[in-house]
């Protein structure tokens, strides 16, 4: 059964740091992609980062998240972590993370429809 968990939400102040976890299990190395989704307040899901496999090219959503956020794999985990630096308080929200076999439309990445696998998600609160 394929299962995304994701872990490491929380609260934190301006200016700080949460480094979030997902899970994957029941893909085997199967899973060619795994992103990072968020939902703020007032807007839609929107993805933040994406990761191929094998290869491990990393993509951002925008400049924004690229020169604070990283995301990375742990292969013996398996498990995709993103690490979150200097928040602000417009990057409270619920983060998701999804995952997919395949991307269709690889100058689009953070379609959501092309992520199959989705986790519960896990909420990231920043203020001071």
């Known amino acids: 059964q394929v299962q995304l968990v994701e872990f490491g939400g929380g609260a934190a102040q301006p200016g700080g740091s949460l480094t979030l976890s997902c899970v994957a299990s029941?893909?085997?190395?199967?899973?060619?992609?795994l992103a990072w989704f968020r939902r703020v307040e007032g807007k839609q899901r929107e993805g933040v980062a994406t990761?191929?496999?094998?290869?491990?090219?990393?993509?951002y959503a925008d400049d924004d998240v690229k020169g604070r956020f990283t995301i990375s794999r742990d292969s013996a985990r398996n498990t995709v972590a993103l690490e979150m630096r200097d928040l602000n308080e417009d990057d409270s929200g619920h983060y998701y993370c999804?995952?997919?076999?395949?991307?269709?439309?690889?100058?689009?990445?953070?379609?959501?429809?092309?992520?199959?696998?989705w986790g519960q998600g896990t909420q990231v609160t920043v203020s001071s």
């Open positions: 999804a995952a997919t076999f395949d991307i269709h439309d690889i100058d689009n990445l953070f379609r959501e429809d092309e992520y199959k696998f």
């Open positions: 029941g893909f085997g190395d199967r899973w060619n992609w």
């Open positions: 990761m191929s496999w094998p290869g491990g090219a990393a993509e």
